[in-house]
């Protein structure tokens, strides 16, 4: 059970996000208040992440699964020849909601409006252009399908339109559509480089889409405003795919990421809303295709491939509001590829690649 505290405004019980008390005329921020139950401390808030333990395993196994989430839900979808959608709401009870139009592997995820979104995707012999929607009652709709089928694409939401970008089947593409808050799809100008493995994000009044593959690993940062005009921006420091990204506290976060054969990277890129490039500090260590999601003051980035062996990892590493870097003394249970979606005050995650643990960190 995730830890807090409650005070009452207006007869509704809303939760404190922080608690300040006074150090020799100086407010400091409480880290954790406890208090005493049957002759034991107790904590009852914690203002940093907690591990909370697992939740209700998924229905079934599928490798290379998709989470996304809505207001009311997250949800695991897809999987190989799998078109199961588990989904859990604020109280982490799980529920299965009707199946994916297809059985498919590798979909991308986004969000718009009432809507998690899941497009394109794999079936094991060809490329999807699928596209389903559900709502915040898990209702479940199949909308306009993508101009080309395909998978690994970036995505971000940006006001009232979820944006897809780049992407590959046989080839990379530099094709963009955006889903309205209505589900109306509307085709956006194209990415001036064409790259699958792309990285989304969003940032004030920007979605910006960072890296990915063509031929070889790619540093293109191309950035779409709220009138849905593209710009190219600072590109990244280093040239890589299958990054972590994450849009928080007042940046676009891209962190790890694969290069060619056999390389990793730990290093970090951050972009402000005034498209100012920053390089925050590294994560602890060089993987690719971290699961991420943002709980409270809090990105995480989670486990994560590290060498064509193939070797995973299983460590936990979260930034700050201030772009910090922690590392958190738990980690999940799998050294794996991780894929995650955050509802209310709790982040779930579960490996990507294979199993049905269901992890769940708090803030």
Known sequence: MARGVYIGIGGAAKKV??????????ARKVKKAFVGV???PYCVYSSEVEYQGVAT????????????????YVLFAGGDSSAVVDAYNINLLRTTANALVSARRELTAGKVGAYALFAGGYNGSIHSKDVDAYDTLLVHTVVAALSSAREEMGSATLGNHAIFAGGGNNYTTNTVEAFDSSLVKTLLS???????????????NYAIF????????????????SSLVKTIITPLTTAKRRMGGVS?????????G????????????????????????SLSAPRDTPGTAVVGDYALFVGGKTSNTPTYSNTVDYYDKNLALNTHASVVA?????????????ALFTAAAKGTVVEVFSN
Request: net charge neutral; proline share 2%; aromatic share 12%.
């Open 17 to 26: 996000k922080k608690i300040h008390v006074g150090v020799s005329g100086v």
């Open 38 to 40: 049957g002759g034991l």
């Open 57 to 72: 395993p998924l229905s079934s196994d599928k490798a290379f699964k998709t989470a996304g989430n809505n207001d009311a």
């Open 190 to 204: 194209y990415l001036k480089y064409s790259r699958t493995q792309v990285k989304g994000a969003t940032v004030g």
């Open 210 to 225: 960072a890296g990915g593959y063509n031929s070889g690993s790619e540093n293109y940062v191309e950035a779409f405003d």
């Open 248 to 256: 928080f506290g007042g940046y676009a976060l891209f962190a790890g």
């Open 258 to 281: 694969g290069g060619n054969t056999s390389q990793w990277y730990s290093d970090a890129d951050a972009y402000d809303a005034s498209l100012v490039h920053t390089t925050p500090t």
């Open 334 to 346: 799998t050294a794996q590829q991780y894929t995650g979606a955050t509802i209310r005050s709790h």
